[in-house]
């Protein structure tokens, strides 16, 4: 164990590094514990099938980084960082063959959406003016005097009514209905639930506004040029320590943990006042995922054109299929049709596999520690719209909820996203505080995405975590 510092930062991911570089920037020693090999968390790349196929082991898709107001303030690229836009973010194959886009113009988006064509500039286009100004209002916790109250309050609206009420209220036609749907999905939330439109509706505007961008060479660019950054600035990483316990930690001023309530719990939990520690037990997870990573000798012959342009690809059919199959998840049921996620990154970064071959990254959602094999539930919705997909795989790699979670202590029970993003947890995340990243320990700060504004790669929490902190601790430091 290194020296005293000024802070200690425990894990390694997306939240746990912006952390540490703003605490680094504000001129603080700072060592962060990571218990894997590898820095990153959420956002690392590995050879998991095939030697030559780089693989992103959690996230692909970068919307929310491109969005982040604070990675856009560090010189990520000067350290390797290469944002490369797929020709269209995202495609929502059906099953006449067709398939409904997000393209990152909106009049071409909702040409293509026919019928919806007008319902669909009138819902995006006067949020999509205003981006900027929402994003700042949702990357940081709810309870806060919004800068912008009458465009909050426009998006609030919209984004509290459940995605399926919504949907059906605005569109008239299947295209826009399912592209709707598919993006609500994100949420994790029954599609009949309050605020999953929030979901769709912000999704759609990343779209809009900065396509759908992945990282050359995979997530793990991210994550190393954030640590490089880091390093320059002094901070020190130091892989394989699991850290058990707070108090085998070395002296410092400030900790920040890039760590799930949960983990929180258990390295903590004993040293907690009962009343916090309760308010934390009673934080809910959300469902889990089971992930696969393909390796392909060629790319995946997909019915619709579109798809064959796409990076992301929302496979469920349409709305009402896609609702159902949530509502499955949300009930402990394993849906026989799952909705499931698609990322061929291959297709736009040569890269990611030998000349020639290509790889592919899916998840579906599935009830909280399910320890089931959805391989083949997978491989049937992407061989409805892509048949004689089976033939092109040259391997496999899956993941089950239990995987994921000897993978990254933050992914217990499979659930990516640090506890369920339901209207009371979006408000109270994890305790309900316009600084709910303090914790009655002295010194000690949540960062993870347990915290606002939550699961994605974007750094946010990390970010505004270690502003409090240094405002607490260092309060004559610029940060
Ligand atoms: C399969 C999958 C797909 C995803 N897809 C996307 C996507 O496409 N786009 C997107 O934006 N987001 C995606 N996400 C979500 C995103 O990865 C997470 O929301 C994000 O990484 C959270 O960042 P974090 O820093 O809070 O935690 P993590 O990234 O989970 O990092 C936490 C780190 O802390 C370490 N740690 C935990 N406990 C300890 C301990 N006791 N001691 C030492 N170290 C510890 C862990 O090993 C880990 O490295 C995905 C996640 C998964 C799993």
Known sequence: MPDACDAVVVGSGPNGLAAAITLARAGCSVVVYEANATIGGGARSAELTLPGFIHDVCSAVHPLAAASPFFKTLPLERFGLEWIEPEIPLAHPLDNGSAACLYKDIDVTAEQLH??????????????????????????????????????????ILGVCPATLLA????????????FAGNAAHSFL???????????????????????????????????ALASYLRELGGKIEVNHRIENLRELPKSRVIL????????????????????????????HAPGIFKID????????????ACRRSGTIHLGGGIDEIAAAERDVARGKIP?????????????????????????????????????????QIESQIERFAPGFRDCVLARHTMTAADLARSNPNLAGGDISGGAANLMQLLARPILSPTP??????????????????GGVHGMCGYHAACVALGDRFPTRKH
């Open 336 to 376: 026989e049709r799952p909705f499931v996620l698609v990322a061929q990154q291959s297709l736009f970064d040569p890269t990611r596999a030998p000349q020639g071959r290509h790889t592919l990254w899916a998840y579906c959602h599935v009830p909280f520690g399910c320890s089931t094999d959805m391989s083949d």
């Open 190 to 224: 029954p599609l009949e639930t309050p605020l999953s439109s929030a979901f769709a509706l912000v999704l759609g505007l990343t779209g809009h506004a900065l396509g759908w961008p992945i990282p050359r060479g995979g997530s793990q660019q991210i994550s190393n």
């Open 437 to 454: 990243y303090r914790t009655p320990l002295p010194g000690v700060y949540l960062c993870s995405a347990s915290t606002p504004p939550g």
């Open 294 to 305: 393909y390796a392909l000798n060629e790319p995946i012959p997909w019915k619709a054109d």
């Open 168 to 179: 059906k209220f605005v569109f008239k036609g299947d295209r826009a209905r399912a592209l």
């Open 115 to 156: 019928e919806d064509a007008d319902a669909y500039r009138r819902l995006l286009k006067p949020l999509a003016r205003n981006w900027e100004k929402l994003s700042i209002e949702f990357l940081q916790p709810m309870l806060h005097w919004p800068r912008h109250p009458i465009t909050l309050a426009h998006f609030g």
């Open 257 to 284: 943990l890039d760590v799930s309530v949960w983990e929180f719990l258990r390295i903590a939990g004993q040293e907690m006042p009962p009343g916090y520690r309760r308010k934390l037990e009673s934080f809910r």
